[in-house]
T-cell receptor, first 114, second 113 residues
Framework: EAGVAQSPRYKIIEKRQSVAFWCNPI?????LYWYQQILGQGPKLLIQ????????DSQLPKDRFSAERLKGVDSTLKIQPAKLEDSAVYLC????????????FGPGTRLTVT | SQQGEEDPQALSIQEGENATMNCSYK?????LQWYRQNSGRGLVHLIL?????REKHSGRLRVTLDTSKKSSSLLITASRAADTASYFC?????????????FGKGTKLSVKP
């Protein structure tokens, strides 16, 4: 079974530039998550999709972050414009359901904003 | 929203020793999960323990759950250098519409050969 795929693995940009991350979840997983993990911390949820609908984006900084999940499969997360404090690892995860199911994580994208 | 807090923040042991990590949480839950994260990698699910379970095993891993104390522990027996990683507990967030997981800050385990 193929795992969760993410790209790119690393990205370095200057502040005020834009960046996009891509995620392909495990086939058949209805739920997709994007997390932000700052060094030394646990992952913090940014947005949760159920199929192609958003079910929780309460912690997404909507003035600069946006995400979509086309056709209920792949997803992209965009930051525009980036700030220094956006430097973090962005993790994508998928699961069969919600909070009572295990989540499968991709390798993450390490973003450095200079 | 609730959050699991792992203790200790860091743990250093010798290969072959046992490692114990603890997680405390604030409100009632119906399950708790443990994940491992190797440096520079994504998280890997280890165990899910339900509120009606007191103990669960998976290979060299043993997880306990004490709902009266709102705490869980993860024991790794006969540790190996490859167990070096950060370990996170995750609890359900019942505040959202569908619910998701809230992760603690993790315990960083170092196993020295």
């Amino acid at each position: 079974e193929a795992g969760v795929a993410q790209s790119p693995r690393y990205k370095i940009i200057e502040k005020r530039q834009s960046v996009a991350f891509w995620c392909n979840p495990i086939s058949g997983h209805a739920t997709l998550y994007w997390y932000q993990q700052i060094l030394g911390q646990g992952p913090k949820l940014l947005i949760q999709f159920q199929n192609n609908g958003v079910v929780d984006d309460s912690q997404l900084p909507k003035d600069r972050f946006s995400a979509e999940r086309l056709k209920g499969v792949d997803s992209t997360l965009k930051i525009q414009p980036a700030k220094l404090e956006d430097s973090a690892v962005y993790l994508c995860a998928s699961s069969l359901g919600g909070r009572d199911y295990e989540q499968y994580f991709g390798p993450g994208t390490r973003l450095t904003v200079t | 929203s609730q959050q699991g807090e792992e203790d200790p923040q860091a743990l250093s042991i010798q290969e072959g020793e046992n490692a114990t990590m603890n997680c405390s949480y604030k409100t009632s839950i119906n399950n708790l999960q443990w994940y491992r994260q190797n440096s520079g990698r994504g998280l890997v699910h280890l165990i899910l323990i339900r509120s009606n379970e007191r103990e669960k095993h998976s290979g060299r891993l043993r997880v306990t759950l004490d709902t009266s104390k709102k705490s869980s522990s993860l024991l790794i027996t006969a540790s190996r250098a490859a167990d070096t990683a950060s370990y996170f507990c995750a609890t359900p967030d019942y505040g959202g519409s569908q619910g998701n997981l809230i992760f603690g800050k993790g315990t960083k385990l170092s196993v020295k050969p």
